[in-house]
């Protein structure tokens, strides 16, 4: 059975850097499309980045800042995350596309399998 589980959110002040990691069992994530979303109360979930086979992709509010990336023999994704911002703050998800598309997606529809998230804090 599939499972992503989330780690290395945490609580740091503006500037400081974090970096998640998205450990998979179940499939090969290098076959496959991942995403990096983010939620806050209230606010709708949030694509923050993509890898797959053929190009990565990162929302405008992070570029620059955040860089995606895989480890093949830990079939595991990571999120590299500097120079963090308040506006960061949220609880990071990791997901995949069953689907190989080597086209990314900033959007939810087409990620089947979810994490139960990591929670990162920027705050003075």
């Known amino acids: 059975q599939v499972q992503l589980v989330e780690s290395g959110g945490g609580l740091v002040q503006p500037g400081d850097s974090l970096r998640l990691s998205c450990a998979a069992s179940?499939?090969?994530?290098?076959?496959?499309?991942m995403g990096w979303f983010r939620q806050v109360p209230g606010k709708e979930r949030e694509g923050v980045s993509c890898?797959?086979?053929?190009?990565?992709k990162y929302s405008d509010s992070v570029k620059g800042r955040f860089t995606v990336s895989r480890d093949s023999a830990k079939n595991t994704v990571y999120l590299e995350m500097n120079s963090l911002k308040p506006e960061d703050t949220a609880v990071y998800y990791c997901?995949?596309?069953?689907?190989?598309?080597?086209?990314?997606?900033?959007?939810?529809?087409?990620?089947?399998?979810w994490g139960q998230g990591t929670q990162v804090g920027v705050s003075s």
């Open positions: 997901a995949v596309d069953p689907s190989s598309s080597p086209q990314c997606s900033l959007t939810p529809w087409g990620y089947e399998y």
């Open positions: 179940g499939l090969t994530l290098h076959f496959y499309r």
């Open positions: 890898i797959s086979r053929a190009e990565d």
